[in-house]
């Protein structure tokens, strides 16, 4: 039998379990890159303020590690390329990760691969496949990306070495995916896998563009950044990222030929004899299964904090002085520092909610998974049990947004040497806490209610993103901002603490979290 026999049925199947994955990513990463030239044209009346502005920025060594490197500043269009390309890398990346894992290894550990191929279904069928539908989810991702600029009025040949760039890392990524669906043996492990080739791609780019560069050019986000968009394009950074992909799906494809179905190349190693501290009781299970993912996190948010920090007391150069800036920081005059640190305070938070949900959201995998079903058959109770997952994501989430505020507070102070702001910064980004747990609770009401409809839970994550950062220059009503749980708490330092608002919205992530807990105990398993 053919080894591709089939593979266009399955590329239909596929491509149908993964149109909204693919259609909600297209629409972030094309706001991601369009919402930049829209802010960047509204917070500079004038280009020598823009001058000034870009000027500061080529200046900030944490902006260069997080974004990548300054080119053209001045311009709209090199801001576009320098905050959107490392992180529109980041998030197909992510998106090829989920198609790619789904469709492999996921079904390999589900046993469904083996129903399948029990049919007339050649041997390397579902690996074209996940492979076609991934190239097909970031070529649309990546001329949205296009459409975009070029309808915003940025130049073409701009928008796209931008599009056909991204579109190459997503091809990158999808090799890469592929490989460790065939070392690993386990969906978490492909994902832990590729989620660290993804964070070493990052974190390459990220050394070597604040050093001499060398080490860039080992990053495939290096490779996309080094086309130049809007600051001289040049083409050929993008046959390395096609050697890439070409060099992964081969690779993987080999890879495949020597495994068994259902294992993977490296074995799985056998756990302790007895039970690890951390892995005693149901809440400790319930740490052992978020904890990987909790470190990431929190790393994550702490170097954040700290880039933004980075800015210093040097704001007014940075952010202009335009009406558009106004809305979103608060104005000008003494407060304006504060005012900033308030909104990349909220940022952050928003960030955090990434992980609020989906910690959220673990206990819907573990059901799916088939595990959650043998653990209650013990005597483990099943609000214990949901109890302890949802106890790990309150905690996760004090956590990371007080290493958020906390890394403000030292990126400040490694710049100005004013240690003091420190505290008011934790506690500006602590006093959002009770609208990210309730971002979680809702998460956690859909789990006990409709699990099979969590994927909505990151619907109301994406309307606060929208309301919160463009809200004000897109002139929302004030009925519809009113929905997001942020508006109604203050806007710490730069506004005082309202603790009225604060514990009714705490109160709120209570109650829906707990029903959430009550619908779950009283519904049917998976």
């Not at 509204?42 to 080119?71: K, V």
């Not at 992510?94 to 790619?100: A, K, T």
């Not at 081969?250 to 993977?264: M, N, P, W, Y």
């Not at 409709?450 to 009503?477: D, E, H, N, Q, S």
Request: aromatic share 10%; with cysteine.
């Amino acid at each position: 039998m053919r080894t591709a026999t089939g593979w266009w049925v399955l590329v239909r199947t596929f491509a149908r379990r993964d149109r909204w994955l693919a259609c909600w990513f297209t629409i972030g990463v094309t706001i991601l890159y369009w919402a930049q030239a829209y802010s960047v044209d509204g917070l500079y009346r004038t280009q020598a303020e823009f001058d000034r502005a870009a000027a500061a920025m080529q200046d900030n060594t944490a902006f260069i590690a997080m974004a990548g490197p300054a080119r053209a500043l001045n311009t709209t269009g090199g801001q576009v390329t320098w905050q959107a390309s490392a992180f529109g890398a980041i998030a197909i990346a992510l998106m090829v990760m989920f198609i790619v894992t789904r469709h492999t290894r996921a079904e390999e550990e589900s046993g469904r691969d083996e129903l399948m191929r029990s049919g007339v279904v050649g041997r390397l069928a579902p690996a074209y496949a996940a492979s076609f539908v991934a190239g097909v989810a970031s070529a649309i991702v990546a001329a949205g990306v296009t459409i975009s600029l070029v309808s915003y009025g940025l130049p073409a040949a701009g928008a796209l070495a931008l599009g056909s760039g991204l579109f190459l890392c997503g091809t990158a990524f999808t090799g890469i995916a592929l490989v460790a669906a065939q070392l690993t043996s386990s969906t978490r492990a492909t994902y832990g896998l590729t989620g660290a080739a993804i964070g070493t791609a990052y974190a390459l780019r990220a050394i070597g563009d604040v050093g001499n560069g060398w080490l860039s050019w080992l990053s495939p986000i290096g490779w996309y950044q080094a086309m130049h968009a809007y600051s001289g394009e040049r083409w050929w950074p993008a046959a390395l990222l096609a050697a890439l992909s070409a060099a992964g799906l081969v690779l993987a494809l080999a890879l495949f030929q020597r495994r068994d179905i259902g294992a993977g190349l490296r074995p799985d190693r056998p756990g302790p004899a007895r039970a690890a501290g951390s892995l005693v009781g149901s809440l400790g299970l319930s740490w052992r299964l978020q904890r990987n993912a909790s470190y990431g996190w929190a790393f994550g948010l702490l170097l954040g904090g700290i880039g933004y920090g980075t800015i210093g007391d040097d704001v007014r150069s940075l952010i202009g002085d335009s009406g558009f800036a106004k809305d979103v920081f608060g104005g000008g005059g003494p407060d304006l520092v504060d005012s900033f640190y308030a909104a990349s305070a909220l940022m952050l938070a928003l960030i955090a909610c990434g992980f609020a949900v989906s910690s959220a959201l673990r206990p819907r995998g573990e059901e799916n998974a088939g595990r959650t079903e043998a653990l209650l058959s013990t005597g483990l109770r099943r609000r214990a049990w949901a109890g302890g997952h949802l106890l790990i994501t309150i905690v996760g989430t004090i956590v990371m947004l007080a290493l958020s505020g906390l890394g403000l507070g030292l990126g400040f102070a490694l710049v100005t040497g004013d240690g003091s702001r420190i505290g008011p910064f934790t506690g500006a980004a602590l006093s959002l806490a009770p609208a990210v747990l309730l971002l979680a609770a809702i998460a956690t009401l859909l789990f006990g209610l409709l699990p099979r409809w969590t994927g909505l839970a990151w619907l109301p994550l994406v309307f606060c993103v929208v309301v919160m950062m463009f809200g004000a220059a897109l002139r929302f009503p004030g009925w519809l901002a009113a929905v997001s749980p942020f508006r109604h708490l203050a806007s710490v330092p730069a506004e005082p603490m309202d603790w009225p608002h604060f514990a009714v919205v705490l109160a709120l992530a209570l109650v829906v979290g707990g029903a959430g807990l009550i619908a779950f105990d009283r519904r049917d398993l998976r």
